[in-house]
């Protein structure tokens, strides 16, 4: 079988994988796993957002959900057995699937009942038993699983292991599997320290069997202390837990990224307000996949009906003012990105008490310009993010006039979209955006990077994607 080494793939790629493993919370290998498995079965997610078929349902973002992870848990028959029961609670309320194997000795100290009254699945503990056996049922165990965890891993099962042996099922399961294999042992100090027992730790090690454990003190045996006793069940949950969900890639660590998202509202009177149709949906998505890939992200949203994203610091404001003050309260910041759709006007003379209906008509609403958030940062002296983004709205001329407000605001990059009734933009779960950059280096040279159409969960990521590819390294790492 051939293997593939992620680092030789493109940066491309690797960053599309990396962010994409990081919204699923899962390892850039397992990523690379479901993709080729979705691919085979038929209903793969585009592999790069911009392949995405239009009428595809968009994928919800799933940042904090946690992946599946199944173990096969063997208990060896070691007085340690009775803190596998905890093991297999520890397992289950961190999301693991846990199917459990007794060896014959093991069950002399716990029973099959209680084993699977635990775990919720049937208990396996004979390689001759025809129910599991008749499409190799020790096969399944050995390769049904993500991880393989024996505690106790009393000193006979290690020296069956390390000598290749399989004359039952635990062993045979062990010897059959290509998955990783975590054991506890658990033993009598003389045993741990006996030659034998070196010899086959030494050997096992060299295999590539991991290993927690053991720790010392007092043994069953009374008045005999030293090294041999197994794991805490919590200890070795948690060892359990790092293979299986090894720390995801965090290419925005130490990052801190400011996002406006949503509406304002400007108020008439205490009852009414201008307002406009902007969900914040875009601006809540780009939040969401700078938080999985590693950045502190605070977001400052005006009046919107979504969830606060998980991980991510939420400033709820009202008005265009409230908002530059937030922003402004919550400089410096390495990114920030303006995709709030801020009202350009606000009432000049907004009522104290609710406007009446006179005889003398309409009462006159004066509007007066707000701050333009977006331009007042970029121009900052001091405190200037060094990557600032701007988002265009535009119902007609949409490259031409987001190039000219990515001159006139002062920002580094726009990314324009065409909000026109048709689009369906507005309040939608899709988008169709063009990213406008200046070049760093010569401010005068505009590239214009046109995006198909896709989900504000794909924008959001490939957004990520090329912060990461164009500026991350570039901005200073925060002082320590
Ligand atoms: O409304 P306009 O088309 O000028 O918005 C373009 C960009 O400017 C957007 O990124 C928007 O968030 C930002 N903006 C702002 N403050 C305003 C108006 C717009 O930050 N008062």
Not at 31 to 51: A, D
Not at 298 to 311: E, K, Q, T
Not at 351 to 377: H, R, Y
């Amino acid at each position: 079988m051939a293997s593939l080494t992620i680092r030789k793939l493109d940066d491309a790629v690797k960053t599309y994988l990396r962010l994409r493993s990081a919204k699923n919370r899962r390892s850039v290998e397992e990523e690379v796993r479901v993709i080729l498995r979705e691919l085979i079965e038929g209903r793969e997610e585009p592999l790069t957002p911009f392949s995405a078929p239009p009428e595809a349902a968009p994928a919800p973002l799933r940042t904090g959900a946690v992946p599946e992870a199944s173990v096969t848990l063997i208990i060896g028959g070691g007085i340690a057995a009775f803190k596998s029961l905890d093991l297999i609670r520890r397992l289950k309320e961190r999301r693991i699937e846990v199917r459990c194997v007794l060896t014959k000795a093991a069950e002399q100290f716990v029973t099959p009942l209680s084993v699977s009254a635990l775990s919720h699945e049937r208990v396996y503990t004979d390689l001759f038993d025809p129910q599991s056996e008749f499409d190799a049922g020790h096969i399944r165990l050995a390769r049904d699983c993500d991880l393989i965890v024996v505690a106790p891993a009393t000193a006979d099962l290690m020296a069956k292991m390390a000598n290749g042996h399989a004359d039952d099922l635990a062993s045979a399961i062990l010897l059959a599997t290509s998955r990783k294999i975590l054991l506890a042992p658990a033993m009598n100090p003389l045993m741990w320290n006996n030659a034998a027992t070196r010899r086959n730790v030494a050997q096992l090690q060299r295999d590539g069997i991991l290993m927690i454990g053991p720790n010392s003190g007092e043994m069953a045996e009374a008045g005999e202390a030293g090294i041999g006793r197994m794991s805490e069940a919590i200890e070795i949950a948690n060892a359990a837990e790092k293979l299986l969900r090894p720390p995801l890639p965090r290419p925005l660590a130490g990052k801190r990224v400011l996002i406006t998202a949503g509406p304002t509202h400007e108020p008439i009177d205490p009852v009414r307000y201008i307002a406009n149709r902007s969900s914040g949906k875009q601006g809540f998505a780009i939040a969401a996949a700078a938080q999985a890939a590693g950045a502190e992200v605070i977001l400052v949203s005006g009046p919107v009906d979504l969830d606060d994203p998980a991980g991510v610091t939420v400033k709820h404001v009202e008005s265009a003012r409230q908002m530059l003050e937030q922003v402004q309260s919550a400089l410096p910041a390495d990114i920030a990105i303006f995709a709030a759709a801020v009202a350009d006007w606000r009432v000049a003379n907004e009522g104290e008490q609710k406007l009446k209906k006179t005889s003398a008509g309409m009462p006159p609403l004066q509007l007066v310009e707000n701050p333009d958030i977006l331009a007042t940062i970029s121009k900052l002296a001091d405190k200037r993010p060094p990557l600032v983004i701007g988002f265009a709205a535009e119902t007609e001329h949409l490259i031409d006039n987001a190039k000219s407000k990515l001159a006139r605001k002062g920002c580094d990059w726009i990314v324009a979209n065409d909000v026109s009734p048709a689009s369906g933009v507005m309040g939608g779960d899709r988008n169709t955006v063009h990213l406008i950059s200046k070049n760093a280096e010569n401010n005068a040279e505009i590239t214009v990077d046109s995006w198909p159409v896709m989900t504000k969960e794909q924008v959001a990521i490939e957004l990520v994607a090329h912060i990461v590819k164009n500026v991350a390294d570039k901005i200073p790492e925060p002082a320590s």
